[in-house]
Structures are given as C-alpha cells and as structure tokens.
C-alpha cells in the first residue's frame, strides 16, 4: 500500500466506468477500540460482495480522501481514504488508516468475487 495519489486513482475508477463489479466497503470506529476503552463509541458497517456499476466516479478532498461512485439509484461513497494499491491492475484496493496504522475505513472494486 502507499499513500493515495489522486490523480493515478481517479484514472483506475475512470476505467471502472460501466462495467458490472463487485464491491466491498467496510468502516469501522471503534470496534476494537471498545475492548480496552469503554468511552468510545462502537460503529461499523461492512458489505462484500456486493454488485455495482456506476456511471461516474471521483476522488475528491486533500488527503484523507472521499471517493463517490454514482449509481443509476444513488451514491455509494467513503471518505477518509489514505491509501491504495498501485500494483492492482484488474481491482481497486482503497484503505484509510487511523495515526497507528490501524484501517478505519475499505473500499475495494473487482470484476471478480472477494
């Protein structure tokens, strides 16, 4: 993984355009936090698998970065993604991760199951 480059993701999700994937968003804050801290409140959302095609896609924000996929229905977004995998070709691998390291937010497109 390296930090995001705008412009080199944006250009992955233009070639996504169109195209029937799979996608797989999870979000967690907390979760894990929880067990040592009984202060912070617990939250996640978590989908694999899940069908998309989407017309328009942008990378958007200074870093963490927000990324929209725009949907015949709606949005599918996420936002506070720092980093990606550039050595994907086929998929798009986007995480954000917390000031430990730790991942906080995914977002990841395939034209194959995860």
Do not use: C
Not at 32 to 55: L, M, P
Not at 74 to 86: C, I, K, P, R
């Amino acid at each position: 993984m390296r930090p995001i480059d705008p412009k080199d993701v944006q250009s992955r999700i233009e070639r996504l355009v169109g195209q029937d994937l799979y996608f797989h968003i999870e979000m967690t804050i907390g979760a894990y936090a929880a067990h040592y801290d009984e202060t912070k409140h617990q939250a996640s959302v978590f989908v694999k698998n899940g069908r998309i095609r989407f017309s328009r896609g942008s990378v958007a924000g200074g870093g963490p970065y927000r990324v929209g996929l725009k949907t015949e229905e709606g949005w599918v977004y996420a936002e506070g993604l720092t980093h990606y995998q550039d050595e994907e070709t086929e998929r798009l691998i986007l995480e954000g991760h917390d000031r430990d390291g730790k991942l906080v937010v995914a977002l990841l497109l395939s034209p194959h199951p995860f």
